[in-house]
């Protein structure tokens, strides 16, 4: 195959951003991870969010997180991240 069409970085198996997180026992880990999977899916880096924070987009565990932020958003006016949070919730 020609290297024209060659993605010599797929699979690096690294997150393509770096997403700052409490360690994973803090209490405040799910929160923050919560608020990182909706602002990657803003940016369109769910996955590397995914892999970043062990959670999967819609895990269940953040939800109670994701409906504060839905309100938070709502109140805000800041649409966009409420239908992220709305679509998580599904």
Avoid: C
């Avoid at 997180?65 to 006016?77: D, K, P």
Wanted: glycine share 8%; hydrophobic share 35%.
């Amino acid at each position: 195959m020609s290297r024209a069409f060659v993605n010599e970085d797929a699979g690096s198996g690294g997150p393509a951003k770096r997403y700052v997180l409490p360690e994973r026992n803090d209490p405040t880990f799910d929160a923050v991870a919560a608020e990182v999977l909706l602002e990657a899916a803003r940016e369109g880096e769910t996955q590397s969010a995914e892999q970043a924070t062990g959670y999967y987009w819609g895990e269940k565990k953040l939800h109670e997180h994701v409906r504060r932020i839905l309100a938070r958003a709502e109140s805000s006016g800041d649409e966009r991240l409420e239908s992220l949070a709305r679509r998580f919730l599904r």
